[in-house]
């Protein structure tokens, strides 16, 4: 019997908060408003390119003599990022698959490049063999003359030393626009993107 009361006070709360409107409910939480845009990053070209030649002042891009095994290589009118490379060279190869990925992304994201490999390795099957071992390994031109790599790198006028793996990026006119000597790390895919959108 001493519950009664209570359970009275209890019935009568309820009653009295039943004939009060509910609280507005307010809109959804959503994920797209909860989290503000990340600003585009800021890419500093002048430290990724070792060599930036003023709009429309760089050289003009010219193949060096390529092995008769090797499918001539005909300006395509749309930027071209040369890598150059040889089997022996272990940057060369540690940085290779990450860049194979990088063509197909660009061109979603609205920057297509075309990246030509071109070995500098003497031995005439020294990429066949790489690539039968490696099959994952891309095409890749080879230079006629191996050794006459530095002479090529030379002419080019870009003032770089010939170091492996060494990286060229040619405008649609058929002009370098950047050049790189050595690896292309992961954290370089916004400047490759810079480049090849023209900046």
């Known amino acids: 019997m001493d519950r009664l009361p209570h359970l009275m006070g209890v019935l009568a709360l309820l009653a009295a908060c039943a004939g009060e409107p509910a609280p ?9 408003d909860a989290v503000a845009a990340a600003p585009a990053p800021t890419v500093d070209l002048s430290s990724f390119c070792e060599a930036r030649p003023a709009a429309g002042q760089g050289p003009a891009f010219a193949w060096p003599a390529l092995d008769a095994s090797t499918p001539a290589a005909a300006p395509s009118g749309r930027w071209t990022w040369v890598n150059v490379w040889a089997t022996w060279c272990g940057p060369c190869i540690e940085e290779m698959p990450r860049l194979l990925q990088w063509p197909d992304r660009l061109a979603r994201e609205g920057a297509p490049v075309d990246l030509v490999f071109l ?7 020294a990429v066949a063999r790489f690539r039968q ?6 095409d890749s031109l ?9 002479a090529w790198v030379e002419a080019l006028g870009l003032g770089l030393p ?11 006119s058929g002009r370098v ?4 000597a050595g ?17």
Request: net charge neutral; aromatic share 4%.
């Open 24 to 32: 507005a409910a307010g809109p959804a939480p959503s994920r797209v």
């Open 119 to 125: 070995s500098t390795d003497t031995d005439a099957g």
């Open 133 to 138: 071992k490696n099959t994952w390994a891309p």
């Open 142 to 150: 080879r230079m006629a003359d191996g050794a006459a790599a530095p």
């Open 162 to 172: 010939t170091v492996l793996p060494l990286h060229l990026f040619v405008d649609p």
């Open 177 to 180: 626009v950047c050049a790189r």
């Open 183 to 199: 690896s292309i790390q992961s954290d370089a895919y916004a400047a490759v993107k810079a480049v090849v959108a023209g900046g």
